[in-house]
């Protein structure tokens, strides 16, 4: 059995090199940029009106003939002479003569003549010709993880394809006889089926789309040959359950049978103590402990860091912080405890119902409160180590 933070060193380790791949614009959001991308037109592509008003070419009075109009998407141009302009609105053309752009609340009309009734300058309300950005310029660099404004952003440079970190493929397998899945008539002795749709969710959360899911009964040769598959047709495989050490807990001695190289298994915490890790022909493997909230704890803590290096993320995890504890707590033996928790401003309360089976505790929590294995008990109002879960 190791450590919290041997298994974490041995994550962190992991090298794992990302390849690009190309895909829609669309498609790109929360992932991370493959490329520097490299603007291939001016934004804006001409001198662009900021406001609605009047394109002039100043001149020493204040009155002004206006010789015609440009709306936004027109290519028009208009020749002034001083004492000239042009009727305009809000990202029209500037035409190439006018030197300031007036706002229409300044400015009285009669006809075709305006007058104005305070002091204008040149360049005002005039967006340069790449202003934004240049041709050739470097848009977003290699690494961006792509937000909706990333996206807009790059749309309006006329991008519609980007190479990024894809995502990985994940096999989420299930194992156990006692499970039903949801929507069907519950049996005696059976419980419903939870873990599967809780990874699918937080994988899909991580923008994970390709999720391949697999059930297997706790039975020793569908088990190893169901992880055979999986890990042939994936990046990384997620099993659930099965990694005890029970008499029907099989998927220790499957995943020997299949020669996975084993980086770790049984960590000295709680919850969560029997997870493994491993390595079969590239593809990452962590078999989690069969209880709801085990299995998601592990997910966060060792599962998180792998993916965000499989998508060219920084391996951190969850954002970790500290706050002011509401309660004393004293630890109850010597592992280190994960403990759902409930953030308020500077402060955290350790919630009621820590058992690895209970997810309604989860339900409501969010943060997890580390305890690590030397210490023994938090008094109220000292500070603890907290990690923030991404709600
Ligand atoms: P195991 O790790 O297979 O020994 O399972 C530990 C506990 O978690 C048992 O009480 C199981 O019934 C429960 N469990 C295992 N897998 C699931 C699952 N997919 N959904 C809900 N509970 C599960
Ligand atoms: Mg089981």
């Known amino acids: 059995m190791i450590s919290v933070s041997t298994a974490l060193s041995i994550i962190s380790k992991i090298r794992y090199t990302p390849n ?37 070419l100043l001149h ?3 009155s002004y003939q206006i010789i015609g109009e440009v709306k936004a998407g027109d290519s028009q141009n208009y020749l002034l002479k001083p004492g000239q302009g042009v009727r305009i609105f809000t990202g029209a053309r500037v035409p190439d003569d006018a030197n300031t752009v007036v706002i229409q609340e300044r400015v009285n009309r009669s006809e075709n003549t305006i007058t104005i009734d305070s002091e204008i300058h040149p360049n005002q309300n005039i967006r340069a010709i790449g202003e934004q950005i240049k041709e ?5 660099i290699k690494g961006t993880k792509l937000t909706p404004a990333g996206i807009g952003f790059l749309a309006g440079l006329g991008v519609t394809k980007v190479a990024v970190y894809a995502p990985p493929n994940v096999a989420i397998i299930t194992t156990g006889n006692e499970l039903i899945t949801p929507g069907e008539k519950l049996k005696e002795g059976k419980i419903y089926e939870s873990n599967s749709i809780q990874l699918e969710t937080v994988l899909e959360q991580l923008h994970i789309k390709e999720i391949n899911k697999y059930v297997v009964q706790d039975e020793y040769e569908s088990t190893k040959e169901t992880i055979r598959q999986a890990i042939n ?18 998927v220790k001695e499957a995943l020997s049978e299949l020669h996975t190289e084993e980086l770790f298994y049984k960590i000295k915490q709680k919850p969560g103590k029997p997870l493994f890790f491993g390595i079969n022909n590239k593809t990452m493997i962590f078999a989690l402990p069969g209880n709801p909230a085990s299995s998601l704890t592990c997910f966060y803590i060792y599962v998180l860091p792998i993916i965000q290096k499989m ?8 954002n970790r912080t500290t706050k002011i504890i509401t309660k004393d707590f004293v630890k109850k033996g010597d592992r280190a405890q994960f403990l759902k928790a409930k953030v308020s401003g500077e402060t955290v309360e ?10 309604y505790t ?3 929590a969010n943060a997890l409160v580390y305890v690590p294995e030397h210490i023994d008990n938090i008094e109220k109002g000292k500070s603890a ?3 923030l879960l991404p709600i």
Do not use: C, W
């Not at 350790?350 to 997810?359: D, F, K, N, R, T």
């Open 20 to 56: 690009p791949k190309t895909v829609l614009l669309k498609d790109a959001n929360g992932l991370n940029l493959g490329e520097d991308i490299i603007s291939q037109i001016h934004m804006p592509p001409f001198r662009q009106s900021a406001m609605d008003g009047y394109a002039l």
């Open 385 to 387: 180590e907290t990690i």
């Open 136 to 140: 050739g310029d470097t848009a977003l």
């Open 60 to 62: 020493d009075k204040n």
């Open 311 to 318: 998508m060219g993320i920084n391996a951190i995890g969850l």
């Open 350 to 359: 350790i919630l009621e119902g820590q058992s690895s089976a209970m997810l």
């Open 233 to 250: 047709d994936n990046d990384l495989v997620l099993i659930s359950g099965g990694i005890s050490v029970g008499d029907y807990d099989f």
């Open 362 to 364: 989860y339900a409501i």
